[in-house]
């Protein structure tokens, strides 16, 4: 197939920067290293495994689009912990001790900076491995340092930040966010309404590194990290890595709506071991995660639209902080649905799933699209990539698609466009039915 | 919205003939009754409750489309048992009795004609109302003078004919079925090949009655049928209602696909104890079934374009008889998928469903599209409804869809296109990905 | 068989009074009520279906052992609404509103006395129907006189208790319940420490009504309760029967044990959506059923006699209140065990029961019994009854058995012994292994 | 706690002989070499790592018996592949090959001797590694050579063999098995109905060798293998490991049934993908396996006492061969049960658990104990052993246990009778409800 557009493959290595290095950051560094060498496939990546239609086509999106390739990649990151990355994936134990043998001297190689930590967003983690400074201004412009110096000493031509650490407590936008003027403000007055992440973002964003979110901290999720993107453009993404049972959600909630199926519950808990699960048991924590994993039933289920069906629609979400499974989350949803005249009916699921493995090729996937992206010229808030989140960032005034098929057309149209070819289907928010 | 079509509103009454009136015509019918006199919803029928975008608006099928009204319906059918329609609904224990008291009278007056009944071909039943003929061509001549009778009788200007009865034992298309000429030599010899459903379809598409198939029986689904069908200008459709294990199939697959996840194995099972289920406990009739459930992940996953993810891909289905469900059917799924470095990974999903209550709903849609398809001229196969069946009927050298979603947006688009307006994404059988 | 023991069949009616009138009262009434007319099997009750050996034969317990007849009780009870039985049992949706009919006249007729009600016991609820009093004295001597009362009124020669009511928030057992001069002191002055249930149980144990309590609220465990049973001479039994997933819990808890698996975890939800799950929806009302539901595990793994086994186990219980399922509760357990090398396994459990439908029986059975201990001089707590309960109560410096069969052994051996027979087995607390 | 007996703790090296040398026996063999090391615990053994009270005390099984010490064991066997065991256990995958490491010199050096192999009764399996012979009486004399010369070569004073091979076909006990002599004109004459289980068993109790049958094959059970063992002082047990659904059945029937709980129906089906599982593929295979599946419930629940809770139920029980799933059998149960005035409830169960991981830790405890009843004297059909074994061999006109924790009780009041102690409960097989 002939390439349809002049962007050029990228020259020169890309720096893939995590903040936060644990059960996700490692896992995701060790596969790519594994893959490298051909002694693991990246399952679960789009860019890596996916094709799509093109023209009357079907490619490979690694052959279509100019990507960064693995061995262009070099990974750093922040922590509160001093773990080198091999140390960190031994003990978040998802990949097995003997899988990481043949990459373990790169991985030991690869130290995490020192982390942002002001413990009350964090809850229930005692960081030791941190940064220092009178003011929250003073941070940001630490974390500038380590990425000009990490781009310098690594030689890397340019850099994409996908934050990978933990929740932080539930924190509404408020005034100090409305505005790139009031939240450097208050970044030397310590405002308490900015959280760490938020301090790795707008460090990010000023130095032209684009930044994906994939939890449900804000991040950049506010007017003023727009505002700043527009400045410096920069592209941004978020937020809240969708995985396992939210990943189901958005597709089984619009199989019941496009058969007119009723619900009258719907009732989802998880049981998970990791860090994620510990920080996730404080209920400040869970606050913000419950927002971004309870929004995907309303908008799909339009109740608005169809009272009598979704109308009294009870929806409960809860995560169980469980040590025995580890990494291992089992999520378990209970549907209370009805059908004609009104019978009821029940589906359970079971997903005995794992949190960084299915994680791990969106972190891959995101940091291949956004330096697409950034390369594209395409900055602010990029909603085509809604595909790999619970809670997909807009552009203000656009509504977020969560049905997973129309992400899917969505991303692969966006690219398509990119690339100057022809779109498949409405890449509208809107949906097609 | 303007009506942007000229296709009148239906005058007249429609009769809805059903070969086979145990559970689900009976669920059916009482279920129309009731929605009638408001009391009980028609849940799951995308007619009765379900809406689409035309243009800029979002529009309910039953006021955009010129269709037959609930009101304008007679019903009528066969059986083999000579129940009345409320002495099914009592039996098949699907509906509360209670429930039925409102239209008792109505669903009593209701009583099957005389069945085709070749034994052979339906195991573990013992039909006693059934019809006598020397050959099979007597008893096609018999069914088409009890559709012109029933339309005399009850005054109707037309009919449609949805197949609600028994899973035949499996027979293939063989040389009988290759053409009209053959097929009719053969209903006069009593080929063997030719079974009861075949006999009830031949004789429906004689009299221009568009026929619908429920089940996984040949029924219309071989090239005599097709010509037979162009010859009367009559509209076909099928085959087996996609209701509860399969629907859901039909989602989750797309969706792992979709997030390029491995598949190792699928292992459905299901546990019903209705009359259907009986007859299924018959290996020969099992297999038909089989192959219908059976055909779908293959189609979905390409197993061809992504080996490494689904080129092991080890499916098996499973039916077993457990009387003491009833009709209230339980699917149970175990499915075996990989992420990232091959990480196995498992979700189970148990769907306590109704077997009759979500077919009802589909025999009410396709007796309504069906009609409409024929008022519309849209004769011989109609693969935009292939949102209905477990195994869509195709146009010859057509392949099916059988993504729920792809199939949704086809089946709209179509109607889109039947009356005047724009579709919305692409309709081929191709998808979009 | 010969009767082997000189107690006299119980002449007169039976009060059966209930503080706590609401599903699982009305199912209890209701299910009498129809049992007595034929009407229905009071499936789960060991005292009417139930049979055991004795000597070499097998005998019905309702035959064995000098019971009060169905047609011998009268019922009667408290509660903080004045809903009538009938309206009960049709607002808590558990059994079927035809079904009641044939009783419905018997149903409405018995009507709730005016509760005892202080709302910091009783979280989400709202009582309209109680009783005012200055002193917590007061009422104890009001609830005295409804006794008194009751019992003349309809003729009754004695009465049991059993507590059908919410969990209360939960108590600590402190000074006012060390002894009886204390709590009569408390009952003066109003001690915060004394809950509805309290007040209740002391009512009854002055006027010689054994008491039964099946929630997990204090109500008469604690020692100037048993010193004023003592004195009085009245039965007592406790505490929280045990119904849905604590039943199963222990029997396969006992099962691993037997085969000296090991486990890691047991995590367990529950969800239901009647006013019981709407009561423990409020933390400090979990808290009370949380410690009865939780101590089970330990008591049975024997943590201390197998560390390697069961040292590390994390258990973890849930309630979550999930209205779209009113009173057929779920509870889903997961249980990570391992075996061999100590390799892992799991076991997930999902009960789709029925919470009222499992505690009615108990109710039956407990009057009954108690009613038995009593006429036989059996005062004090019961320890042979711990087979109906979460949380067996024991005399002081005893421990529970929570092991199912054990439990049940010793209410056989218990009831043997009361009627001269001969003991089957050990019927300790140690158990047999 | 003075040794209540006078037996004295066995000299010399036991030789553990295992027709059958695949997952089962390469996981027995492989975690008794590592526990011999301290590196991994015999998880699910009662002899090395249960305890049981005696007279006040409680003590280990180990300590209490003259058992043979797990260093006194020599592992050989027969098999119809010549794999080692080490072969024989990475191909199995059910132990992690890192973990076979530190004994595989000493798996390497286990081979199996030549089997006994007619290939009508192994469906599926096609071995290479056997013995040939004009006669059953010529394979019968092989293997007792085979046994001669393991003890002798391997410096042992006795054996104990228990079978660790694939279900055969089933075979009804006909005139061949009525006694020793028609046994013998059978051999003779190569009665088809003497399978190859039957003649190493014949061969074994001839040797004076205690033989236990971890499948549902014939085996031993029948009158003439009792007569021959009768004659030859040997004893016998089986049949069909109890491990994961049966094991979970037989408590949790014997719970519903001390509750007084119906039962509608059972459907439990297995999926698994080892050599078992391709083996009972085959209905001929998998008839045997139902047998001894199938028999539990009937006895436990007593249809005949209880016609109004258990005379309707319905009880099915499938095996599904599965590969993706390897040694790592799911077995799912879903009960349909009923309570009060018939109200239906349903339980599911899932049990992922490990075929060879639970079967493993029975070898052990069947050799001891085997081996400890031989030296003890105690000749003939073992029914204490009932504990261990889907389907109890018993003597002659005795019924069997099913019932977990009456059979727990009855093995723990045999070793205690074997010690000269006292029993605790009754050892009968009526147990004491």
Known sequence: MKRSTSMPPPGGKLAVLLPGMGAVASTFIAGVLLARRGLGLPV????????????GERVRLSQYLPLAR???LVFGGWDIFPENVHEAAIHSKVLEPAQLEPVRAELEAIRPMKGVFHPQYVKRLHGTHVKTGATKADLVEQVRQDIRAFLRDNDCTRAVAIWCG???????????????????????????SITNSQL????????????????PNLAVDFPAAAELARHHEVALAGKDFKTGQ????????????????GVRGWFSTNILGNRDGEVLDDPESFRSKEIT????????????????????????VRIEYYPPRGDAKEGWDNIDLFGWLGYPMQMKIDFLCRD????????????????????????????????????????????AD????????RLKNTLRAMMGDEARGPSSTEGDD
Not at 200 to 215: K, L, M, P, R, T
Not at 293 to 316: A, C, M, N, S, W
Not at 402 to 409: G, S
Request: charged fraction near 20%; charge should be negative; proline fraction near 4%.
């Open 44 to 55: 679960g990546s789009l860019t890596q495994m996916g094709g799509m239609r093109v023209g």
């Open 70 to 72: 693995l061995d262009q």
């Open 166 to 192: 933990s929740t932080e407590t539930y924190v509404a936008a408020d005034q100090v966010h409305a505005s790139r003027r009031a939240f450097e403000a208050g970044l030397l007055k310590n405002d308490p």
């Open 200 to 215: 790795y973002a707008w460090a990010c964003i000023q130095e032209g590194v684009a930044f994906a979110n994939g939890s």
């Open 246 to 261: 939210t990943l189901m959600k958005t597709v089984i909630a619009p199989a019941l709506k496009a058969r007119m199926l």
């Open 293 to 316: 994993k309870r929004g995907v039933l309303e908008e799909i289920l339009q109740t608005g639209d169809h009272p009598e069906l979704y109308g009294d629609l009870f929806h409960k």
């Open 356 to 399: 960084s493995i299915l994680a791990a090729p969106i972190v891959l996937d995101l940091a291949l699209l956004m330096d697409l992206a950034q390369r594209a010229g395409r900055i602010g808030t990029q909603d085509w990539l809604g595909f790999y989140f619970k809670s997909p960032m807009t552009e203000p005034g656009r509504s």
């Open 402 to 409: 969560h049905e997973l098929f129309l992400q899917e057309r």
